[in-house]
């Protein structure tokens, strides 16, 4: 069982940087893939980027083009994801999700996650 709990969100202007932590327990948190999602008002959720759990091999949805960052430290049990050039349309719930067996070829499914946080807001302004 991993328990999941975001930090770091809030409001920021267009342009803006930000960075999302998500603290886990458990002690097998290292063998862990780790993802980001978020979900924006009226909007189904999106994949945002994938780390596994040595940290080596990052995943990134196609509308980071090269803003965000994941990354873990296995030490702290806590996974972030570093925002950068922040839009109004990145605007959204962040939610962090782990998986046990991270496969390559599901990353971006909703379905390949077994434990959720409950999420932190996010808000740019224009």
């Known amino acids: 069982q991993v328990q999941l709990v975001e930090s770091g969100g809030g409001l920021v202007q267009a342009g803006g940087s930000l960075r999302l932590a998500c603290a886990a327990s458990g002690r097998t948190f290292s063998s862990y893939g780790m993802g980001w999602f978020r979900q924006a008002p009226g909007k189904e959720r999106e994949f945002v980027a994938a780390i596994r759990w040595s940290g080596g091999t990052t995943y990134y949805g196609d509308f980071v083009k090269g803003r965000f960052a994941i990354s873990r430290d296995n030490a702290k049990n806590t996974v972030y994801l570093q925002m950068n050039s922040l839009k109004p349309e990145d605007t959204a719930v962040y939610y962090c999700?782990?998986?046990?067996?991270?496969?390559?070829?599901?990353?971006?499914?909703?379905?390949?996650?077994?434990?959720w946080g409950q999420g932190t807001q996010v808000t740019v302004s224009s």
């Open positions: 999700a782990a998986d046990r067996f991270l496969n390559s070829n599901y990353v971006r499914e909703i379905s390949e996650y077994d434990f």
